[in-house]
């Protein structure tokens, strides 16, 4: 694997509401950093902070200390419609990703386009429609057939295996999952999770991944991080990550904040 750093977050620190009666330490002097090809798995409680982190690496908060940088670019001020350029992402709800009243044929051509300047010329090439066909059949959902489908009329499960299809068309720097199976029923999310590492391996994809899940966050990637009251706690990859157990994630939970730190979704996941 490439030692070339994709993601380098330093120090970052975020409270929400300062001063106030609901002031919230959210991270606390965060630092992380992502060689390309990296797939990394996030899992914490609610209220850990790694939601908050994935959203200050999207853009989404700013950050009240520390640096945040991309392929050796400084990117800690970059706002987030900027950031989107060079990032992937999806989201939790299936509804976000995607834009309901477009035709998925629609919704891959913006995704394709991402980036790029806007033309006076919108509509989709039938070398476009080729490839998109090509690539809704590796999803083995029977998309390829209904490209003039609407999009709000898909399942949950579709729409999320179509978000993540759009946020990988176009190589990104990095890729961003925030929960994004928590909504599926299990069977569905472990359809999108093996599509998931499917776009990852292919395209040797830098992928920081926020679950609740113990047996995914061990399942998939090659990283595992553990997240707790805004803080990195305990980091496992190589051979340490492969012979992980549930077990011994909820040891870790409970070494570093006592029991009332595992929240029963996490045990239940």
């Known amino acids: 694997m490439s030692e070339k750093n994709m993601l380098e977050v330093k120090s970052v620190s975020k409270t929400f509401n300062p001063g106030q009666i609901t002031e919230r330490k959210a991270l606390r002097n965060v630092s992380l950093s992502l060689n390309e090809g990296d797939f990394v798995t996030v899992i914490g409680g609610n209220g850990a902070g790694k939601s908050t982190l994935l959203n200050m690496i999207a853009g989404v908060y700013t950050c009240d200390t520390g640096t945040i940088s991309l392929d050796g670019n400084d990117i800690t001020k970059i706002p987030e419609h900027k950031r989107a350029k060079f990032l992937g992402r999806v989201f939790q709800d299936p509804m976000m990703g995607t834009a309901a009243t477009m035709q ?12 790029k300047r806007r033309g006076l010329h919108w509509g989709v090439t039938s070398k476009e429609r080729q490839m998109f066909r090509d690539h ?10 209904r490209m003039q489908t609407k ?9 999320q295996a179509l ?10 720097q990095l890729l961003l999952l925030d929960e994004h ?4 029923d299990p069977k569905t999310a472990k359809k999108v ?10 395209d040797n994809l830098t992928t920081f991944m926020v679950t609740h899940n113990m047996k995914d966050a061990i399942h998939y990637g090659n990283r595992l991080i553990m997240m707790l009251d805004g803080q990195i706690v305990y980091e496992a990859s190589g051979e340490e990550k492969k012979n992980l157990q549930v077990k011994d994630l909820l040891e870790k939970f409970q070494t570093a904040g006592g029991e009332e730190s595992v929240p029963d979704k996490m045990i239940l996941g």
């Open 136 to 145: 809704l059949a590796k999803l083995d959902l029977g998309l390829e057939n």
């Open 181 to 184: 199976t928590a909504a599926l």
């Open 193 to 202: 999770l093996e599509l998931t590492e499917y776009f990852v391996k292919r």
């Open 104 to 115: 998925i044929e629609e919704n891959l051509a913006m995704a394709y386009r991402r980036g």
């Open 151 to 159: 999009v709000g009329l898909l399942s949950g499960g579709q729409r």
């Open 163 to 172: 978000t993540l299809l759009m946020a990988t068309l176009q190589k990104p």
